[in-house]
Structure formats: structure tokens, C-alpha cells
């Protein structure tokens, strides 16, 4: 019997040894979010530390715990940065809850994204599903501002985009493995989405400061071709299958319609003669019209769609060439259809384009208009 007694101990202290280099969760800091500058030589680290205290929590948040506090250091490199981060806390730091990255223009500018990326992804408690965002607006401002209606900070615009992306579809969020992913291939451009601060809304107490994404960044590998800002960005939403709904405004007749548009698909075709190619952007949509003040009939709503949608989408692809950047990946889709004429045309992974490369055929599906069909709610007198 002593024996079986004895066995069981030892068997129990074999099975109870594996915690014992566990650490305890109230005994580390956990680092939400990051932004990163550069500046005179020297990376300029935002790191912003997260309370859990209010996460999870499904009644109002306590306005008496503070929901975070934002560290600054600077270093020549981004682990020296670090290093002088660690001896200023009093925990240990955990990177496995770390949401979202901030680049600064000044950073993309002087090329340092791969080497910050190397300094991520490298450590192991980090993620491939953290998003990431460029701004040209001070880092400090925007780690300092707090969630509309002050609920919990991990629920922001940029700790989770994709809160807010099924009513607006504007620009497609962004992770760092589809980052890394579509800058090693062609055409080794990222639409990074641009992060600013916009005084929006407003309280009791005043001024309630919010995130707004209102455009891109054109980066790439070795630098950054400027931004794709506000009405300047509207084309990309029509490019991408992952959007939900996209909203357009347009004219018939000298009135204002606006039409959200749900169900869209989107296939780019390569047309290829010898080294000359084109590419057909083939979209389709379902419209639903929601604001509008005059009678109209179906016809009218699917031509302003049609011809909205091709205005939109041929604008941001000319801005695009303006800044140099193959905005809509198009070199990537020849190469995926016909890498041989990729490899005759391409260089530095890229294809020359011109404004008549593309032609752009808008399929307007179904027409809806919500509970009524095309008529007024009030009849004019």
C-alpha cells in the first residue's frame, strides 16, 4: 500500500512539473498596439499598453481604470529601442496580443519597412494577423485618443477593422502576412490604409477626437510613391471581392442619388497580342437605392450606377500611373495568366501601362429600393 502511495506522488509531481515555468497573466504588461517613426538616424517607438480590466465586460466600462498608457523610446535600431523599453517597465512585456502597426510616412520614405518587419515577425510571441496601417500624422496624438462612447479600447477602428467594414467597404484592412505576401510579388505594391485623426463627433465634455481611415499609402519594398486620399481612393473598392458594401454618389437628371451596392464581383481578364496587352475590368453589383428625391425609373438608376462605377474606378487608376504605382496589382494578373508575356514586358517585376491599358465594363445585376420601388415616400404638391 505504501508503495502504490508512493507512486501515485511521484507520478503527480511529473504531471504538475509542466506549469512550473508558466508565468502569471497579472504579472506581464500586454502590448496592444505600435507605432513606429523615424527621425534623425534614429527609430521613434510609440508602444501602447492595454488594460484588460474592461475587456469582456459587457455592461459600461469603469471610467476609473485606465484603459491604457502609451511608452515612447527611441534607439538606432528597433531592438535597441526596445532594450531601453524593458528597463523602464516593471513587468514583463507580452507582444501576443499586439493588434495593430503604425508606420509614419517619414519611415516608409527612408526604407525601413522590411527591417521592422524582420524585428516583428522574428519574435515569437507575435502574430501574422496584426494589422497595419500608415499615417502622415503625429504617432503620439493617435495612440493617446480613446474609443467613441469610451467603450473598451480593444474594440477601435484599429484594433479591429472589420467591426465597421461590412457597412462600408472602403478600404480593404490589411495584415502583416498579406503585406509580406504581396511585397514579394508582383507588382511589389501595397495599399497600406491610411490612418487619420478627425474631430467628428462630440460629447457633453466637448470634442471627441476619432480614427478615420481615409485612403492609402503606395508602398513598396524599397520606398513609398505618396497617398491615394478621400474621393482620390474610391476606385479600389470596386476592385476587390473581399468588400461587402460600397456606397456611390452620382446625378440623373440634375438630382442626387445616392446607391449602396452589395453582391459585387470582380474579375480582370488580360488581353494579350503579341507584347501589346490590355486588361478588361469586369464588374457586377446589385444596387439598392436608398436616398433620393425625384421619381426615376430602372433603366436611369442602372446607367448612373454603370457609368458612376466606370468613372471611379478609370480616376484612381490614372492617379495611380501619375504616382508611378500599378495600383490595381495588374501586373501580378498577368503574370498569374500569361507569365510568359509577364517575363518579355516586365521589369523589376512590373509592366509598363498606359491610361488606355484598361477598359472597365460595369454589370449592374438587380435593382432594389428598399420597401417601395422608385417612388417618392411624399408626393409633391
Known amino acids: ?5 508512493m507512486i ?7 504531471f504538475l512539473s509542466g506549469c512550473w515555468d508558466s508565468e502569471e497573466s497579472v504579472r506581464m504588461l500586454y502590448v496592444h498596439g505600435v507605432g513606429i517613426d523615424y527621425k534623425e538616424d534614429e527609430f521613434h517607438v510609440y508602444v501602447q499598453l492595454v488594460s484588460f ?5 459587457s455592461e459600461q466600462i469603469n471610467q476609473d481604470v485606465m484603459q491604457s498608457e502609451v511608452g515612447f523610446i527611441k534607439g538606432k535600431t528597433i531592438d535597441e529601442a526596445f532594450e531601453k523599453l524593458y528597463r523602464s517597465v516593471d513587468e514583463k512585456l507580452f507582444f501576443g496580443h499586439l493588434t495593430f502597426l503604425i508606420f509614419s510616412e517619414e519611415l516608409l520614405k527612408e526604407a525601413h519597412l522590411n527591417e521592422v518587419l524582420n524585428s516583428f515577425t522574428r519574435y515569437i510571441n507575435t502574430r501574422y494577423q496584426t494589422w497595419v496601417y500608415a499615417t502622415d500624422e503625429p504617432l503620439e496624438q493617435i495612440f493617446i485618443e480613446t474609443p467613441i462612447l469610451r467603450k473598451a479600447i480593444t474594440l477601435t477602428k484599429l ?3 472589420l467591426n465597421s467594414y461590412e457597412q462600408d467597404s472602403f478600404i480593404e484592412p490589411i495584415n502583416v ?4 505576401i504581396q511585397l514579394n510579388e508582383p507588382s511589389h505594391i501595397v495599399l497600406m490604409p491610411y490612418v487619420t485623426e478627425k474631430e467628428n463627433w462630440h460629447t457633453e465634455r466637448g470634442v471627441d477626437a476619432s480614427y478615420n481611415i481615409e485612403g492609402v499609402a503606395l508602398v513598396t ?3 513609398f510613391k505618396g497617398y491615394l486620399k478621400k474621393d482620390a481612393a474610391n476606385g479600389l473598392q470596386w476592385i476587390t471581392n473581399e468588400s461587402i458594401t460600397n456606397y456611390l454618389s452620382t446625378k440623373i437628371d440634375g438630382s442626387d442619388f445616392t446607391f449602396s451596392n452589395k453582391n459585387k464581383k470582380v474579375k480582370i481578364v488580360p488581353k494579350v497580342d503579341g507584347t501589346n496587352v490590355k486588361f478588361d475590368i469586369n464588374i457586377s453589383v446589385s444596387t439598392i437605392v436608398n436616398s433620393f428625391d425625384v421619381n426615376v425609373s ?3 438608376i442602372r446607367q448612373a450606377v454603370k457609368k458612376g462605377i466606370e468613372k471611379e474606378v478609370l480616376e484612381t487608376y490614372k492617379l495611380g500611373l501619375e504616382k508611378n504605382s500599378d495600383v490595381y496589382r495588374l501586373s501580378e494578373v498577368l503574370y498569374r495568366k500569361h507569365v510568359g508575356v509577364w517575363k518579355k514586358l516586365q521589369k523589376n517585376g512590373v509592366i509598363p501601362l ?3 491599358s484598361v477598359n472597365v465594363n460595369v454589370i449592374v445585376d438587380k435593382v432594389r429600393a428598399g420597401r417601395t420601388m422608385y417612388k417618392n415616400t411624399i408626393n409633391h404638391p
Open 298 to 300: 430602372e433603366n436611369a
Open 221 to 223: 519594398p524599397t520606398g
Open 159 to 161: 484594433a479591429n477593422p
Open 8 to 14: 501515485l506522488i511521484i507520478a503527480s509531481l511529473i
Open 53 to 57: 480590466a474592461n475587456v469582456a465586460r
Open 1 to 5: 500500500m505504501k508503495q502504490l502511495k
Open 177 to 180: 502576412r498579406k503585406l509580406i
Open 354 to 356: 498606359t491610361e488606355d
